[in-house]
Protein backbone atom coordinates (compact mmCIF):
# COMPACT_ATOMS: atom_id res chain seq x y z
CA UNK A 1 0.00 0.00 0.00
CA UNK A 2 1.48 3.66 -0.88
CA UNK A 3 -0.30 6.17 1.02
CA UNK A 4 0.51 8.82 -1.95
CA UNK A 5 -0.04 6.29 -5.01
CA UNK A 6 -2.85 3.76 -4.81
CA UNK A 7 -1.67 2.21 -7.85
CA UNK A 8 1.63 1.57 -6.42
CA UNK A 9 3.60 0.25 -2.99
CA UNK A 10 5.73 2.79 -0.87
CA UNK A 11 8.45 3.49 -2.88
CA UNK A 12 8.01 1.21 -5.87
CA UNK A 13 9.93 -0.70 -3.97
CA UNK A 14 7.58 -4.28 -3.33
CA UNK A 15 9.82 -5.83 -0.68
CA UNK A 16 7.62 -3.02 1.45
CA UNK A 17 4.09 -4.91 0.78
CA UNK A 18 1.86 -5.12 3.40
CA UNK A 19 -1.81 -6.74 3.95
CA UNK A 20 -4.20 -4.31 4.69
CA UNK A 21 -8.00 -4.06 5.05
CA UNK A 22 -10.99 -1.99 4.07
CA UNK A 23 -14.25 -1.93 5.27
CA UNK A 24 -17.40 -1.09 3.86
CA UNK A 25 -20.12 0.97 6.58
CA UNK A 26 -23.27 -0.78 6.89
CA UNK A 27 -25.53 -0.14 4.07
CA UNK A 28 -22.93 1.51 2.30
CA UNK A 29 -22.46 1.51 -1.76
CA UNK A 30 -18.94 -0.51 -2.46
CA UNK A 31 -18.86 1.61 -6.11
CA UNK A 32 -19.15 5.00 -3.46
CA UNK A 33 -15.13 5.34 -2.32
CA UNK A 34 -16.26 7.98 0.70
CA UNK A 35 -18.28 4.46 2.13
CA UNK A 36 -14.94 2.59 2.47
CA UNK A 37 -12.64 2.84 5.70
CA UNK A 38 -9.05 4.03 4.91
CA UNK A 39 -6.61 1.14 4.82
CA UNK A 40 -4.97 -0.57 7.86
CA UNK A 41 -2.22 -3.17 8.01
CA UNK A 42 -3.40 -6.41 9.42
CA UNK A 43 -0.58 -6.68 12.46
CA UNK A 44 0.31 -9.75 14.60
CA UNK A 45 -1.57 -10.07 18.21
CA UNK A 46 1.39 -7.48 19.57
CA UNK A 47 1.29 -5.19 16.72
CA UNK A 48 3.77 -6.05 14.54
CA UNK A 49 4.27 -6.15 10.95
CA UNK A 50 3.14 -10.07 10.11
CA UNK A 51 6.18 -11.75 9.35
CA UNK A 52 9.13 -14.21 10.53
CA UNK A 53 10.61 -12.86 14.31
CA UNK A 54 14.27 -12.18 13.14
CA UNK A 55 14.22 -10.66 10.32
CA UNK A 56 14.47 -7.02 9.54
CA UNK A 57 11.59 -6.83 6.54
CA UNK A 58 8.89 -9.08 5.85
CA UNK A 59 5.97 -8.68 3.06
CA UNK A 60 2.58 -10.26 3.64
CA UNK A 61 0.24 -10.14 0.43
CA UNK A 62 -2.74 -11.98 -0.77
CA UNK A 63 -4.79 -12.03 2.16
CA UNK A 64 -8.38 -13.69 2.36
CA UNK A 65 -10.94 -14.28 5.18
CA UNK A 66 -13.32 -17.20 5.67
CA UNK A 67 -15.27 -18.79 8.33
CA UNK A 68 -15.66 -22.32 9.34
CA UNK A 69 -17.65 -23.65 12.72
CA UNK A 70 -17.99 -19.95 13.68
CA UNK A 71 -14.02 -19.26 13.66
CA UNK A 72 -13.01 -16.39 11.37
CA UNK A 73 -9.30 -16.86 9.95
CA UNK A 74 -7.34 -15.01 7.31
CA UNK A 75 -4.58 -17.35 5.31
CA UNK A 76 -2.00 -14.52 3.40
CA UNK A 77 1.49 -15.81 1.42
CA UNK A 78 4.46 -14.51 3.44
CA UNK A 79 8.11 -14.10 2.87
CA UNK A 80 11.02 -12.65 5.03
CA UNK A 81 13.89 -11.04 3.35
CA UNK A 82 17.40 -11.59 5.36
CA UNK A 83 20.69 -12.41 3.15
CA UNK A 84 17.94 -14.02 0.74
CA UNK A 85 14.88 -13.58 0.41
CA UNK A 86 12.52 -16.56 1.78
CA UNK A 87 10.45 -19.14 -0.12
CA UNK A 88 6.24 -17.55 0.38
CA UNK A 89 4.58 -19.90 1.91
CA UNK A 90 0.62 -19.72 2.56
CA UNK A 91 0.17 -18.97 6.32
CA UNK A 92 -2.97 -18.80 8.69
CA UNK A 93 -3.90 -17.28 11.63
CA UNK A 94 -7.66 -16.92 13.98
CA UNK A 95 -8.67 -13.38 13.70
CA UNK A 96 -12.00 -11.68 15.51
CA UNK A 97 -13.79 -10.09 13.25
CA UNK A 98 -14.67 -7.69 15.65
CA UNK A 99 -10.95 -6.38 15.18
CA UNK A 100 -10.04 -6.90 12.05
CA UNK A 101 -6.82 -5.26 12.16
CA UNK A 102 -5.04 -7.61 14.24
CA UNK A 103 -4.70 -11.38 14.23
CA UNK A 104 -5.87 -13.32 17.40
CA UNK A 105 -3.81 -16.32 16.89
CA UNK A 106 0.12 -17.14 16.41
CA UNK A 107 0.33 -17.32 12.42
CA UNK A 108 1.87 -20.62 11.28
CA UNK A 109 2.64 -22.13 7.82
CA UNK A 110 -0.18 -24.22 6.10
CA UNK A 111 0.91 -24.58 2.70
CA UNK A 112 4.41 -25.28 1.88
CA UNK A 113 6.26 -25.65 -1.63
CA UNK A 114 7.21 -29.87 -1.58
CA UNK A 115 6.26 -30.90 -5.09
CA UNK A 116 8.62 -30.28 -8.25
CA UNK A 117 5.44 -28.58 -9.91
CA UNK A 118 5.15 -25.77 -7.30
CA UNK A 119 8.75 -24.55 -7.66
CA UNK A 120 9.19 -22.65 -4.35
CA UNK A 121 5.87 -20.37 -4.86
CA UNK A 122 2.37 -20.68 -2.81
CA UNK A 123 0.38 -17.46 -2.68
CA UNK A 124 -2.96 -16.11 -3.88
CA UNK A 125 -4.97 -18.54 -1.50
CA UNK A 126 -8.81 -18.38 -1.89
CA UNK A 127 -10.99 -20.81 0.41
CA UNK A 128 -14.55 -22.68 0.02
CA UNK A 129 -16.17 -24.88 2.10
CA UNK A 130 -18.20 -28.35 0.39
CA UNK A 131 -19.47 -30.85 2.11
CA UNK A 132 -17.73 -30.71 5.11
CA UNK A 133 -14.61 -29.61 4.36
CA UNK A 134 -11.91 -26.47 3.35
CA UNK A 135 -10.19 -26.44 0.38
CA UNK A 136 -7.37 -23.40 -0.37
CA UNK A 137 -6.87 -23.02 -4.04
CA UNK A 138 -3.90 -21.52 -4.28
CA UNK A 139 -0.77 -20.49 -7.07
CA UNK A 140 2.45 -22.05 -7.06
CA UNK A 141 5.64 -22.32 -9.51
CA UNK A 142 6.91 -18.88 -10.37
CA UNK A 143 5.25 -15.51 -11.10
CA UNK A 144 5.52 -16.18 -15.33
CA UNK A 145 3.78 -18.14 -17.91
CA UNK A 146 5.11 -21.11 -15.48
CA UNK A 147 2.17 -20.37 -13.16
CA UNK A 148 -0.06 -22.92 -12.16
CA UNK A 149 -3.40 -23.34 -9.55
CA UNK A 150 -2.98 -25.98 -6.90
CA UNK A 151 -5.17 -27.08 -3.91
CA UNK A 152 -5.16 -28.52 -0.32
CA UNK A 153 -7.71 -29.25 1.52
CA UNK A 154 -8.62 -30.02 5.15
CA UNK A 155 -12.03 -31.76 7.33
CA UNK A 156 -14.27 -29.11 8.54
CA UNK A 157 -13.51 -29.92 12.37
CA UNK A 158 -9.70 -30.70 12.14
CA UNK A 159 -7.20 -27.44 13.68
CA UNK A 160 -7.15 -25.68 10.77
CA UNK A 161 -3.68 -23.97 12.08
CA UNK A 162 -2.02 -27.07 11.91
CA UNK A 163 0.08 -27.68 8.56
CA UNK A 164 -0.88 -31.60 9.06
CA UNK A 165 -4.85 -31.08 8.94
CA UNK A 166 -4.39 -30.06 5.01
CA UNK A 167 -4.25 -33.03 2.40
CA UNK A 168 -2.50 -31.37 -0.86
CA UNK A 169 -3.34 -32.75 -4.53
CA UNK A 170 -0.41 -34.34 -6.13
CA UNK A 171 -1.10 -32.76 -9.48
CA UNK A 172 -1.60 -29.09 -10.34
CA UNK A 173 -5.80 -27.85 -10.79
CA UNK A 174 -4.99 -25.79 -13.45
CA UNK A 175 -1.77 -25.21 -16.24
CA UNK A 176 -1.31 -23.57 -19.52
CA UNK A 177 -2.63 -25.05 -22.55
CA UNK A 178 0.37 -26.02 -24.84
CA UNK A 179 0.87 -23.48 -27.15
CA UNK A 180 2.24 -24.62 -30.63
CA UNK A 181 5.87 -24.20 -31.71
CA UNK A 182 6.42 -20.77 -33.45
CA UNK A 183 2.85 -19.48 -32.51
CA UNK A 184 3.08 -16.79 -29.84
CA UNK A 185 -0.90 -16.21 -28.88
CA UNK A 186 -1.86 -16.34 -25.15
CA UNK A 187 -5.28 -15.32 -25.52
CA UNK A 188 -5.88 -18.69 -27.85
CA UNK A 189 -3.48 -20.30 -25.71
CA UNK A 190 -4.33 -20.19 -22.22
CA UNK A 191 -0.64 -19.47 -20.71
CA UNK A 192 0.21 -19.43 -16.42
CA UNK A 193 -3.14 -19.25 -15.16
CA UNK A 194 -3.62 -18.77 -11.11
CA UNK A 195 -4.62 -16.84 -8.36
CA UNK A 196 -8.55 -16.71 -8.85
CA UNK A 197 -11.58 -17.06 -6.55
CA UNK A 198 -14.95 -18.47 -6.81
CA UNK A 199 -18.32 -16.64 -7.11
CA UNK A 200 -21.59 -17.52 -7.96
CA UNK A 201 -23.62 -15.35 -10.48
CA UNK A 202 -27.52 -14.34 -10.36
CA UNK A 203 -28.55 -18.04 -11.80
CA UNK A 204 -26.38 -19.68 -8.70
CA UNK A 205 -23.53 -21.18 -11.27
CA UNK A 206 -20.49 -21.03 -9.69
CA UNK A 207 -17.49 -19.36 -11.60
CA UNK A 208 -13.90 -19.39 -11.37
CA UNK A 209 -12.08 -15.70 -11.65
CA UNK A 210 -8.43 -15.86 -12.02
CA UNK A 211 -5.95 -14.29 -14.62
CA UNK A 212 -3.59 -15.49 -16.98
CA UNK A 213 -0.40 -14.32 -18.37
CA UNK A 214 -0.16 -12.63 -21.81
CA UNK A 215 -1.91 -9.38 -22.69
CA UNK A 216 -2.11 -10.81 -26.37
CA UNK A 217 0.44 -8.72 -27.51
CA UNK A 218 3.74 -8.77 -25.92
CA UNK A 219 3.35 -11.88 -23.49
CA UNK A 220 3.18 -9.48 -20.01
CA UNK A 221 0.57 -8.89 -17.92
CA UNK A 222 -2.56 -10.20 -17.19
CA UNK A 223 -5.81 -11.31 -18.64
CA UNK A 224 -8.78 -11.85 -16.48
CA UNK A 225 -10.78 -15.03 -17.64
CA UNK A 226 -13.77 -16.51 -16.48
CA UNK A 227 -14.45 -20.57 -15.77
Given amino acids: ?5 SHANDGADWTTV ?15 PDDWSKPAAVLSPQGAPLGRAGYDRNISLDMTYFEANGQAYYAWSQRYIGATVGDPLTWIAKVDPAQ ?6 EARPVIS ?8 LAEGAFAMERDGKI ?7 GVSPRYVVG ?3 ADLD ?28 YLTYPQGPGHGAVTTDGDGNELYIYHTWGDGVAG ?3 DTRIG
Avoid: C
Avoid at 18 to 32: E, F, K, T, V, W
Avoid at 100 to 105: D, E, G, H, L, Y
Avoid at 113 to 120: A, G, K, Q, V, Y
Fill in 1 to 5: FNSGD
Fill in 18 to 32: QSHIMQLRDGGDPAN
Fill in 100 to 105: PTRIAS
Fill in 113 to 120: PSLSWELR
Fill in 135 to 141: YLIYSSD
Fill in 151 to 153: GVW
Fill in 158 to 185: SDLTDIDSWHKYNTPLMKSVPMPAGVWD
Fill in 220 to 222: NGR
